[in-house]
């Protein structure tokens, strides 16, 4: 009985952890969520039922309370840019059914790997931008300008480029879990211009509709544990919360870094585990 509530109490830690984070940076917590149980799946033998279509079943439940809180607490705030949002969600949504109907042929050393090195060329795109380089790659032609705290901001969007990318996101969401953020804020930042705390806020609304459609096809195939889906859930919704509250009291290039240095770590702990 204590072993089992050992493992609950770790749920819940996990589930408040992952949720901060993916709030706080815009990417949905799935980044930490998942190496964490990958790792215990290897190591402690409680949670031996922690396969990858689990855990990417569990993630993605989780992910939809982080984004539900966040998107909630980032919309009071006058933070999430809706419109581009929607534009986005058209390709992130099918591609989202279809990444996670792919999951289901994917062993445990293939997918520690494979989501290793997917941190890893993540991290490298906040790296190629440089210090006072702020031009987006792509000129879109769908111009928006956005006001946060007195201070405006402006930035273009491209439509055939954002529905190739979020229909890529969508997959690899479906895939493996991970929300998609983590792929979507950097894109964001890099190739439209969009500032970080934009981004990671309209970024969170779109992981909430992602989410539930990728965590909808998991139920279905019946990738999600319940007994502790449960734990995580509460959790998230208040590592959401908190996570959204520290975002507004950050500056961008801060929350840039801090996603810069997670991804790097991760990545390489994953590519280790996997090799091994």
């Avoid at 966040?70 to 581009?84: A, H």
């Avoid at 989501?115 to 993540?122: D, P, Y």
């Amino acid at each position: 009985m204590d072993g089992i509530l050992l493992v609950y109490m770790i749920c819940i830690l996990i589930g408040m952890l992952t949720a901060f984070t993916g709030s706080l940076i815009g990417i949905g917590g799935g980044v930490i969520l998942i190496p964490t149980l990958l790792f215990l799946h290897k190591y402690v033998d409680a949670f031996a039922w922690a396969t990858p279509q689990m855990i990417v079943g569990v993630s993605l439940m989780v992910m939809i309370f982080t984004a539900l809180s966040s998107t909630i607490s980032y919309l009071k705030k006058g933070r999430v840019d809706y419109k581009t949002g929607w534009l986005f969600l058209t390709g992130s949504i099918p591609g989202g059914i279809a990444g996670s109907w792919i999951s289901k042929s994917v062993d445990v050393d293939q997918f520690t790997l494979y989501f290793g090195l997917l941190m890893i060329v993540i991290s490298l795109l906040f790296f190629l931008r440089r210090k006072g380089v702020t031009k987006p790659l792509i000129q879109g032609n769908k111009r928006r300008t956005f006001e946060i705290d007195g201070n405006t901001y402006e930035y273009s969007i491209s439509v055939i480029p954002a529905f190739i990318i979020s229909l890529t996101v969508g997959v690899l969401s479906g895939l493996f879990g991970i929300g998609g953020g983590a792929i979507m804020v950097p894109s964001m930042i890099l190739l439209f211009g969009y500032p970080a705390h934009i981004a990671a806020a309209t970024s969170m609304f779109m992981i909430l509709f992602i989410s539930t459609i990728s965590a909808s096809t998991h139920l279905i195939m019946g990738h999600v544990v319940w007994q502790y889906v449960l734990f995580f859930i509460p959790a998230a919704y208040i590592g959401g919360k908190i996570g959204a509250f520290v975002n507004q009291r950050l500056k961008g290039n801060t929350l840039e870094w801090v996603l810069r240095i997670l991804l790097v770590v991760i990545g390489f702990r994953l590519i280790f585990d996997g090799l091994t």
